[in-house]
Nanobody, 125 residues
Framework: QVQLVESGGGLVQAGGSLRLSCAAS????????MGWFRQAPGKERDFVAA????????FYADSVKGRFTISRDNAKNTVYLQMSSLKPEDTAVYYC??????????????????WGQGTQVTVSS
């Protein structure tokens, strides 16, 4: 059974940084693309960032480009999201997702096969 466990969320002031982690178990981590999505109160869950099985191809939402960096450590079965220059509009529950395959075909929820439970990120102004 696949499990994705996020950590690293919290409260930070605008301009600050946080690093989210997602530890995966249940199937061979290095075979699958991974991603991060977020959901603000009253809004739909949106794509944030994703990377392919070995991390050499990355994708970002326009709203986070240049501020967020996604990476993975296949030896540790973990994907990370380094968030810098945080803004109040980044406030959301952040979800880790494991994709259906090694590569990312589209930047939508449909590509995700498994989800973590989410971690809250709150950015104060």
């Amino acid at each position: 059974q696949v499990q994705l466990v996020e950590s690293g969320g919290g409260l930070v002031q605008a301009g600050g940084s946080l690093r989210l982690s997602c530890a995966a178990s249940g199937r061979t981590f290095s075979r699958y693309a991974m991603g991060w999505f977020r959901q603000a109160p009253g809004k739909e869950r949106d794509f944030v960032a994703a990377l392919n099985w070995n991390g050499d191809i990355t994708f970002y939402a326009d709203s986070v480009k240049g501020r967020f960096t996604i990476s993975r450590d296949n030896a540790k079965n973990t994907v990370y999201l380094q968030m810098s220059s945080l803004k109040p509009e980044d406030t959301a529950v952040y979800y880790c997702a494991q994709y259906r395959g090694a590569h990312i075909m589209e930047l939508t929820l449909r590509e995700a096969a498994y989800w973590g439970q989410g971690t809250q990120v709150t950015v104060s102004s």
